[in-house]
């Protein structure tokens, strides 16, 4: 297990459960500090992710990166996957290829969270998840022709209508029969929809390819009530070799929440 951190880069998200926030200069210097090897994205757009930006940053503060958020699509430009305008759920593609295309230049991962479809549908949720299978298909094999991987991100009931739990996303991945995609575990919601972590990350051991390390109250971990040692104990019997990325808020403050976040991983 590897630990990673989050640095957001989109302003209109500067009160989301990210524990670094402003420039990536800033930010990565800040992971680096706090001891961490490898940095998690959220970008306003493919084009905060050129290469001829980021690998320089990456390279003078010895990171790699973890995985490239795709949320933006949806808290800046409002685009999702479920959209009932044909036209929106085009550009919601392409958004995402913008995104897995960036990421993949570094072997990683993009991750699709919110722009799945939130707490209420324009359409009924038998259309919606067709849609969102037909998307993730699409997005998967995109992700494998450039060597990489696609994550999908189950949420909350409070979150969205349609991915709540790990049991969801892999139902989706086999109804699909899609290749080239994995599920990202978010401890925060798995918390609030599964009736156990530690027995769900068994169960489902061979499809988890990314974890997001958060506590019950979405701060880092350790500083809300959920148990550490039994999920670190059940990622180790599943042979999980990814990364444990800090998606939290900044508190005390984002200093504070990367350095607990490393104090948890370390068992």
Known sequence: MRPAVTVCLVPQAARGPFVFHGGLEEGCAQAKAAGFGAVE??????????????RPVLERHGLQLAAVGTGAGWVVHKLSLVSADAAIRGRAREFIRGIIAAGAKFGSPAILGSMQGGASLEVEREQAMDWLGEAVAEL???ARSLGTFFLLEPLNRYETVMLRTVADAAELIARHGIAGCKVLADLFHMNIEEASIEGTLRQHGPL???VHWADSNRRAMGF???PTGPILQALKDIGYTGYCSAEVFPLPDGDEAARQTVRSLEG
């Not at 757009?45 to 930006?53: F, R, S, V």
């Open 41 to 54: 994205v959220f970008a306003p757009g493919p084009e905060a992710l050129a290469d001829d930006h980021l």
């Open 140 to 142: 998967s094999a995109y």
């Open 208 to 210: 988890i390819g990314h």
């Open 224 to 226: 809300g009530h959920t």
